[in-house]
């Protein structure tokens, strides 16, 4: 079963900005509650979504990543207005 928690957390990433494509989140650090960072490389972009409501435009991308044993599912969201990254969503598969 699916464990998904809601995160809303800025992360440090690495991504390639290609002229005239949507950004790629390549590698991602976070700080969990507990203040452990993790670093997570994505694996696989499944999904990818255009937020063009409101004031600013911001770019969803669903991901699967290994990390250990398990398999992650997560949203990272790129708000383009504030050109910042977060980790939106996180979850076992």
Same mark, same amino acid.
């Given at each position: 079963?699916?464990?998904?928690?809601? #995160?809303?957390?800025?992360?440090?990433?690495?991504? @390639?900005?290609?002229?005239?494509?949507?950004?790629?989140?390549?590698?991602?650090?976070?700080?969990?509650?507990?203040?452990?960072?993790? #670093?997570?490389?994505?694996? $696989?972009?499944?999904?990818?979504?255009?937020?063009?409501?409101?004031?600013?435009?911001?770019?969803?991308?669903?991901?699967?990543?290994? @990390?250990? $044993? $398990?398999?992650?599912?997560?949203?990272?969201?790129? #708000?383009?207005?504030?050109?910042?990254?977060?980790?939106?969503?996180?979850?076992?598969?």
């Amino acid at each position: 079963m699916l464990a998904v928690k809601a #995160v809303r957390c800025t992360v440090d990433m690495i991504a @390639v900005f290609r002229c005239g494509e949507m950004p790629e989140p390549v590698r991602f650090r976070y700080t969990d509650r507990d203040g452990k960072e993790t #670093v997570i490389k994505v694996d $696989r972009i499944v999904d990818l979504a255009v937020d063009r409501a409101g004031s600013g435009n911001s770019i969803t991308y669903t991901c699967l990543s290994m @990390v250990g $044993r $398990r398999q992650i599912r997560y949203d990272l969201k790129y #708000v383009g207005r504030d050109i910042r990254w977060e980790l939106y969503k996180i979850g076992d598969m």
